[in-house]
């Protein structure tokens, strides 16, 4: 994330890497908690990301409503946009307009993840086989938000399936058996006649 500084300070060394030196309007790359510790105490200004731009996120949009795939986004988009909103919405530019477009973001999406969770019932139900769902370029929130729907809803439908295919063995089984009675029975008539025949 890149901050404007508005203090004077040397590299700061932690565990995950040194940063800076930081010098008043200078641009420099923090970590993101980094950056909102700094802007909490109001020690720089946040600069947006490139995606965040207005312009790109009505391209992206435009692109969602287009196509059945999915944008490249971030992989922490919605959680970058959450923190940033509660520590920076002073320095994000057309703030307003921003979160709008980045909720109709997030609706169209959301709705893309709920047709192929429909598919794939609707494939597995009528009989298909569905190892896996496609999610490029979904996010961490989206996956996390679908993650336990969907594996649940797959177990149970293939352990339905599961049962299905037991059923069928178990009825399969019986009729063979049932052959297997008959064609015993029939032998040891023969066999009774042929005994019968001989005395």
Not at 25 to 31: F, G, M, R, W
Not at 129 to 145: D, H, I, P, R, Y
Request: charged content about 25%; glycine content about 8%.
């Amino acid at each position: 994330m890149t901050i404007i500084p508005k203090f004077s300070h040397d590299q700061m060394y932690f565990i995950s890497g040194t940063f800076g030196p930081f010098l008043p309007q200078t641009p420099v790359e923090v970590p993101l908690w980094l950056a909102i510790s700094l802007k909490n105490r109001c020690k720089c200004a946040i600069q947006a990301p490139e995606w965040m731009d207005k312009e790109r996120l009505t391209e992206n949009l435009q692109f969602e409503k287009d196509n059945e795939t999915f944008g490249e986004l971030p992989y922490h988009f919605a959680e970058v946009t959450s923190l940033l909103f509660s520590a920076a919405a002073d320095d994000i530019p057309d703030a307003d307009a921003v979160r709008t477009l980045l909720e109709d973001l997030g609706d169209i999406r959301q709705a893309k993840i709920r047709r192929g969770v429909h598919t794939v019932a609707a494939d597995v139900k009528t009989g298909g086989t569905a190892f896996a769902v496609k999610l490029n370029n979904v996010g961490a929130m989206e996956t996390s938000l679908v993650r336990p729907f969907l594996t649940e809803a797959l177990n149970s439908f293939f352990a339905f399936r599961g049962q299905d295919a037991e059923d069928a063995a178990r009825a399969s089984g019986a009729a063979a058996s049932q052959d297997a009675d008959a064609g015993g029975a029939g032998a040891e008539a023969a066999g009774g006649r042929k005994l019968r025949r001989f005395r």
